[in-house]
C-alpha cells in the first residue's frame, strides 16, 4: 500500500500541470453542487426566519378551545409550547375609525371595532413589541403600530376606554387586520384577529384560543390535522386541501419549513430544483469524467509498465482511486471555500442593497446535512466519474498500454459521404470521415457543448419560471397608492407628484357611491334596497387614464361612460340616460350622456383601474376601488365634477369633500427612489395640514423582485462557472486530440497535402461539430423547456402559461455555440502550425 | 535443468480477412542460466514471443510453463505476482516510471509485492551498473545508456527466474550498446541469471549462448554459440 500510495503522490507531484485540469473540474463541480445547497439552505433558513419574525414562530392557533383541552395539548408530546390567549372586550370607536386606513376594519356605520385579548405571558410568541413595554396587569394594552397615531393621541401613556397603552407590538399574523379566507364557492370566511393585548389570567371555564408550536417540523400537517380534529374541529375541502375550522395555521412559517400539504406550486418548484441538480450533477460528472478519461489516456504507458512489472489490476485501481481521493480531499474544500466566499459576497450585496426593506438580515447558511449531503453527492460524482475510466483501463493488458496500440482509437468509417462531398468538396469529406473515425474524441466534446446549451436554455427558463411565480416580470400591478384630501393645496401637491412621477403611469381617480333608480326589469343584480335603489360607485378617472381604462374594455367611441358588470340587458343604445338619484334626502333626476355596459360573464375578470388588481388588494386599501360584487359607473373626470356639483347642493359637507378626495396610483420602476422623494414630500404637505394617505406596495414586492434578482445572478454566475467548465474541457480534448493527432498531420504534409488543405480539413471538423451540437441541443433543450412551460402552467392559477418561449436564449445559445467553434478552429490550427514535419514523425517514432 | 518451456504457442491477431499469424506453433525449452537471442526480421514474431514469454500478452492458444506453472491458467493476481517475482522485462524505450527517482525506479517491483531487499544486492547492482552518483536522479536527468542500465537494475533487483530483454539496445549508440550486452553477459555469469534477448542484430546476438532465429512465427533454426575465451 506503501509503494501504491507514494506511486500516487509521485505522479500528483511531478504532473501538476495535468492534475490541475482534474483539480479545477473537481473544484468547480463542488462550487456548483456546494452552492445549490448553500443557496437552498440559506434562503430556507430566510424564509423561517422570515416568516417567524412577521408571523410568530407559533405553527397553528386553534379556536375556540376550553381550559381542559388546553392542558390536554399542553400535555400533548409532540407540542413544544401551547400560548392560551382569550379575546374579553370589544371597543366601537367612532373617531378612531375615521383615521385608520386599513381596509375593511371599519364596520358599514364607520365604527372601528377593537377587540380586547388577554394572555398570562409569552406575548411575544404572537407579537413582537417595537416601544415600550408588555402589559403587566388588565388595564393595560400593547396596540399594534398600525393603529398608533400620534397626532390623535393613540400612542403610549394615552388611553383607550379604560386601557392604558403601554407598549407597540409589530403584529404577527396580521393580528390587526381582518384575514380573508376564500372559500370554493367564492364566498369568504372572515377570521379575527386581535389589535390591542392585555394581561390577564386564563381560568377555567373561558372560550380560548390555542397558540401552539410544535417540537419539530416534520409531518407538520398531520400533526395539526389530528389535533385539530381532536379538539372538535370539523374540515373542508378547500381548494384540494383539507381545512380545519378551528385551526389557524401559520402558512408561511410551515411552507418555509419545506413542508406542504398540495401546494403545486411548492412541489414544482422542488421538481424544478431536482432538475437543475441533476443535469449540474450530469455535467459535472461528463467534466470530470473527461478529464480523468484524458489524463488515464496520457498515462496509459506507464500503467502499462506497471503492470509489466508485476503490479495487479487491483493494485492499480487502488492507486488511481488513492490519487481520486488526494485530489478530491484537496479540491472539495477549496470548492466549499470558493462557494462560502462568493456566497457571502453575494449576501453581502443583497443586504447592503435590501437595508431598509427586508424585516431580517439574509444570513449565509448552511445546514450540516445539507453539507453532509452535499459533500457525499460531490464525492459520488467524483468517484462514479472517475470510476468509470479506471475500471475502462483496468480491461486493458500491459502490452497493449506498452504498445500504445489502442491509444488512438481510430474506427473503420463509411466510403462515401455524396452529400458532404457536394456540399463541402473532398477536403469536407475527409474532414466528415475524421469525425467519424474519432468518435470518441468527437463525442466528448460535443457532450460537453450540448450539455452547456441544454443547461444555459433551461437556467434561463428556470429564472423566467421563478420570476413568473413571483409575478415580477409579468405585469406586476399593485403598486403606490396614495389618497389625498381635497383642499387647496391638493392640485399643486398633485403636480409635484406627477413632477417627481415623469413619465411612468399616474392615475387620478375620485370616487363615491350613490344611490340609483334602475328599472327593476333589467337588473340582474338583487342587493335591492327596499325602496328599489341601488348603491353604485361612481368613479372619475384623469382622462388618460379613462382612455386607457376605455381601451382595455374594448370601447371605441368617445364619451362613454362605462357600467361596470351586473347589469345584464341594460338599454345602451340610447343617447343620454336619466338616472333617479337618491342624494341624502332628496330624490333628484340626473342626466348622464351615454351608457355602455360591459358585462363580463367571468366576474373575476377585473380591468385594472389605477395599479392595483382591487381583487388582490384587500389589506392595503379601504376605499379606494370598486368592490368586486358592486356596480359601478366609470367617468371621466369633468363629467365626474360636474356630478358632484349636482350633490353639492344636496349632500353634507363632509361627504362632498370625500368625494373630492383624490386618489393617486402610480406605477413606477423607481418605486424605491421615488418612496424616498415621496415621502419628502408628503412630511412638507403634513405640516401645511393636509390628510395624505399613502402606501407604496411596491417596496413589498421589493423583497422577492431582488431575491429574482439575486437568484438571476447567482444562476448566472453558475451558468458562467459550468460554460468555463465546457471550455476547459475542450481545451483539454483538443490539446490531447491534436496531440495524438500530430503524426497525422505530419504525414498528411509530409505527402503533399497544404497547410491550407490541414486548415480548411480541420475547419470544416469543427464547423460539422457545432452543428451537429446544434442539431441536438436545440431539440433536448426545447423539450425541457416545454416540460418547464408545462409545469409552469400548473402553478399559476389561470392556467395560463406564465412563461414565454426563451427565444433570447436560443440566440445567445447558437451565438456562444458559434463562438466556441471559432476559437476551436483558430486554437487548433495555431497548435498545427507551430509542428515541424520531420518532429512529429519523429517524436511518434521514440 | 529446466526452467522455461512454451509448448504449441500460437498467437492471431485479428480477424478472418485481416489475420495475421503471428506465432505459429511454436515450442520452446529455456535451460537455467542459458542466454539465449532470439533473431529475426521485423515482424516476424520475435517480439511477440518475448511478451507471451513473459507473461504480458496472452497466446490463442498453447501454454507458457515458467519453473513448472502454467503462467496463463493463472488468475491476474497470481500472474502480477509472477510477474513481479519470477519474471524481468526489459524494454527498447527502457519504460522506467518518470516520477521515481533511480533508487524507487531499481525497488519498485519489490516495493509492489511489499517485499524487503537486500541492501548489499542494491549497492552491488548499483556498482556493477556505474550507477552510484545517479542514485536520486529523474530518469528524464539520464542519458538513454544510463536509463536502460536502470531499468537492468530494476529487472535484476528482484533475482527473477528469467530476464527477458526486448531490443535492449535498440535505442542506443554502439557504445552504449556493447557496454548494455557486457552487462548481461555479466550477469548471466555472476548470478547465473537466464536471459532471453530479442535482437535483429546478429553480432549482439553472438553475445548469447544459443541463437534461435524466427521467420514467419516459426523456429526456423535453433543453435548453440561457441565464445571464444576473451568474449
Known amino acids: ?846 | 535443468m529446466e526452467i522455461l518451456r512454451a509448448e504449441n504457442l500460437c498467437k492471431i491477431y485479428g480477424k478472418s480477412g485481416t489475420k495475421v499469424v503471428a506465432l505459429n506453433n511454436v515450442n520452446l525449452m529455456v535451460e537455467k542460466g542459458e542466454f539465449i537471442a532470439i533473431v529475426g526480421a521485423s515482424g516476424s514474431g520475435k517480439s511477440t514471443l518475448l511478451h507471451i514469454l513473459g507473461g504480458v500478452d496472452e497466446p490463442t492458444s498453447g501454454k507458457v510453463v515458467l519453473n513448472g506453472k502454467d503462467i496463463y491458467s493463472l488468475n491476474d493476481e497470481e500472474q502480477s505476482k509472477l510477474r513481479r517475482r519470477e519474471i524481468g522485462l526489459i524494454y527498447q524505450f527502457y519504460n522506467l516510471i518518470p516520477t521515481l527517482n533511480v533508487r524507487e525506479n531499481i525497488l519498485l517491483p519489490i516495493k509492489l509485492d511489499n517485499g524487503k531487499y537486500d541492501i548489499n544486492y542494491f549497492n552491488e547492482l548499483v556498482d556493477m551498473l556505474d550507477l552510484n552518483n545517479r542514485i536520486t536522479h529523474l530518469p528524464s536527468e539520464l542519458s538513454g545508456g544510463q536509463q536502460q542500465r536502470v531499468a537492468i537494475a530494476r529487472t535484476l533487483m528482484s533475482k527473477p527466474s528469467v530476464l527477458l530483454a526486448d531490443e535492449p539496445t535498440g535505442n542506443l549508440d554502439s557504445q552504449n550498446s556493447k557496454e548494455i550486452m557486457k552487462l548481461l553477459t555479466r550477469a548471466n555469469k555472476i548470478y547465473h541469471q537466464t536471459i532471453i534477448m530479442v535482437t535483429h542484430d546478429k553480432v549482439l546476438a553472438t553475445y548469447a549462448d544459443r541463437i534461435i532465429t524466427i521467420e514467419d512465427g516459426k523456429i526456423v533454426d535453433d543453435k548453440k554459440v561457441m565464445h571464444h575465451e576473451n568474449n
Open chain 1, 1 to 846: 500500500m506503501k509503494t501504491i500510495r507514494s506511486l500516487a503522490f509521485n505522479y500528483l507531484k511531478y504532473n501538476s500541470k495535468k492534475v490541475r485540469v482534474i483539480v479545477l473540474s473537481i473544484i468547480l463541480t463542488t462550487i456548483l453542487l456546494f452552492t445549490v445547497s448553500l443557496g437552498t439552505s440559506t434562503v430556507r433558513q430566510y424564509k423561517i426566519d422570515t416568516a417567524k419574525t412577521e408571523f410568530g414562530s407559533y405553527h397553528v392557533t386553534f379556536r375556540d378551545t376550553n381550559y381542559d383541552q388546553y392542558q390536554d395539548l399542553k400535555n400533548n408530546k409532540a407540542v413544544k409550547k401551547v400560548v392560551p390567549i382569550q379575546t374579553i372586550d370589544k371597543l366601537s370607536d367612532d373617531e378612531l375609525g375615521k383615521y385608520v386606513n386599513i381596509k375593511n376594519i371599519v364596520d358599514s356605520e364607520g365604527k372601528f371595532d377593537l377587540r380586547i385579548q388577554k394572555m398570562e405571558s409569552d406575548f411575544e410568541e404572537v407579537v413582537t413589541l417595537v416601544k415600550g413595554r408588555y402589559p403587566q396587569n388588565d388595564h393595560e394594552i400593547i396596540i399594534t403600530r398600525m393603529l398608533e397615531r400620534n397626532d390623535l393621541a393613540i400612542t403610549i401613556g394615552k388611553k383607550i376606554s379604560d386601557y392604558t397603552i403601554v407598549g407597540i407590538f409589530q403584529e404577527k399574523n396580521a393580528q390587526a387586520v381582518y384575514n380573508y379566507q376564500q372559500k370554493e364557492d367564492g364566498s369568504f370566511d372572515t377570521i379575527f384577529t386581535p389589535a390591542a393585548i392585555t394581561k390577564g389570567n386564563i381560568d377555567n371555564g373561558d372560550n380560548i384560543d390555542l397558540v401552539t408550536t410544535y417540537k419539530s417540523s416534520y409531518n407538520l400537517y398531520n400533526k395539526i390535522y389530528k389535533d385539530a380534529q381532536s379538539l372538535g374541529g370539523t374540515y373542508e375541502i378547500i381548494y384540494g386541501s383539507k381545512r380545519y375550522n378551528n385551526a389557524d395555521i401559520n402558512f408561511q412559517l410551515v411552507v418555509a419549513y419545506g413542508q406542504y400539504e398540495d401546494f403545486i406550486f411548492q412541489r414544482t418548484m422542488y421538481i424544478f430544483m431536482i432538475i437543475i441538480l441533476i443535469i449540474l450533477s450530469a455535467f459535472s460528472a461528463i467534466t470530470i469524467y473527461n478529464s480523468f478519461t484524458i489524463s488515464l489516456q496520457e498515462r496509459k504507458k506507464q500503467l502499462g509498465i506497471l503492470r509489466s512489472l508485476g503490479a495487479s489490476k487491483r493494485q492499480l485501481i487502488k492507486m488511481l482511486l488513492y490519487e481520486t481521493l488526494i485530489l478530491s480531499i484537496i479540491s472539495i474544500p477549496i470548492g466549499i471555500i470558493f462557494s462560502f466566499s462568493f456566497g457571502s459576497i453575494i449576501i453581502f450585496v443583497i443586504n447592503k442593497i435590501l437595508e431598509n426593506i427586508i424585516v431580517n438580515k439574509v444570513k449565509l447558511v448552511v445546514y450540516p446535512i445539507f453539507l453532509i449531503i452535499s459533500v457525499i453527492f460531490i464525492l459520488l460524482t467524483i468517484f462514479l466519474a472517475s470510476f468509470l475510466p479506471i475500471i475502462k483501463m483496468r480491461k486493458i493488458s500491459a502490452i497493449e498500454t506498452i504498445r500504445e496500440s489502442k491509444d488512438y482509437k481510430v474506427l473503420r468509417s463509411k466510403e462515401d459521404y455524396p452529400i458532404i462531398k457536394h456540399l463541402f468538396g473532398s477536403t469536407g469529406e475527409f474532414a466528415y470521415k475524421n469525425m467519424k473515425r474519432n468518435k470518441s474524441k468527437f463525442t466528448t466534446v460535443l457532450v460537453s457543448l450540448i450539455a452547456s446549451v441544454v443547461l444555459f436554455i433551461t437556467i434561463s427558463t428556470f429564472i423566467d419560471v421563478i420570476a413568473s411565480s413571483y409575478g415580477v416580470d409579468n405585469g406586476r400591478e399593485a403598486d403606490i397608492h396614495i389618497v389625498i384630501s381635497d383642499n387647496e393645496a391638493a392640485t399643486e401637491l398633485v403636480q409635484n407628484i406627477k413632477s417627481l412621477v415623469g413619465k411612468d403611469r399616474m392615475t387620478i381617480i375620485k370616487e363615491r357611491q350613490f344611490d340609483f333608480k334602475i328599472d327593476n326589469d333589467n337588473i340582474i343584480y338583487d342587493n335591492v334596497s327596499n325602496d328599489g335603489y341601488y348603491g353604485i360607485e361612481i368613479f372619475g378617472l384623469d382622462d388618460a387614464s379613462y382612455n386607457r381604462y376605455k381601451k382595455v374594455a374594448g370601447l371605441k367611441n368617445d364619451n362613454q361612460i362605462l357600467l361596470y358588470n351586473y347589469l345584464e340587458n341594460y338599454d345602451d343604445n340610447t343617447d343620454t340616460n336619466t338616472y333617479e338619484v337618491f342624494f341624502k334626502d332628496t330624490i333628484k333626476d340626473i342626466e348622464i350622456c351615454r351608457v355602455d355596459r360591459k358585462f363580463y360573464p367571468d366576474h373575476q375578470t377585473i380591468i385594472p383601474m389605477g395599479c392595483y388588481y382591487h381583487f388582490n388588494n384587500f389589506y392595503i386599501t379601504y376605499d379606494n376601488e370598486l368592490d368586486w360584487w358592486s356596480p359601478a359607473i366609470i367617468m371621466r373626470m369633468e363629467d365626474y365634477d360636474n356630478f358632484i356639483n349636482v350633490a353639492k347642493e344636496y349632500e353634507t359637507e363632509q361627504f362632498i369633500k370625500d368625494a373630492n378626495s383624490q386618489k393617486i396610483d402610480i406605477y413606477s420602476e423607481k418605486f424605491v427612489k421615488l418612496d424616498k422623494q415621496l415621502n419628502k414630500l408628503f412630511a412638507e404637505y403634513r405640516e401645511k395640514g393636509m390628510d395624505i394617505y399613502y402606501d407604496n406596495a411596491s417596496l413589498e414586492e421589493y423583497e422577492p423582485y431582488m431575491i429574482i434578482k439575486t437568484i438571476r445572478l447567482v444562476l448566472y454566475i453558475a451558468l458562467i462557472f459550468v460554460i468555463i467548465v465546457c471550455l476547459i474541457n475542450i481545451i483539454n480534448i483538443l490539446n490531447t486530440s491534436i496531440a495524438l493527432r500530430e503524426t497525422e498531420f505530419a504525414v498528411l504534409k509530409s505527402v503533399g497535402m497544404s497547410n491550407k488543405k490541414i486548415n480548411s480539413m480541420l475547419r470544416l471538423e469543427q464547423i460539422f461539430l457545432g452543428i451537429k451540437t446544434l442539431l441536438w441541443s436545440l431539440p433536448l433543450a426545447t423539450g425541457v423547456v416545454l416540460m418547464l412551460m408545462k409545469l409552469s402552467k400548473e402553478i399559476t392559477e389561470s392556467g395560463k402559461v406564465a412563461i414565454s418561449f426563451p427565444l433570447r436564449a436560443y440566440i445567445i445559445s447558437v451565438v456562444g455555440v458559434v463562438s466556441i467553434i471559432f476559437i476551436m478552429i483558430k486554437y487548433s490550427i495555431s497548435k498545427i502550425k507551430k509542428n515541424n514535419i520531420i518532429d512529429s514523425i519523429r517524436k511518434q517514432s521514440i
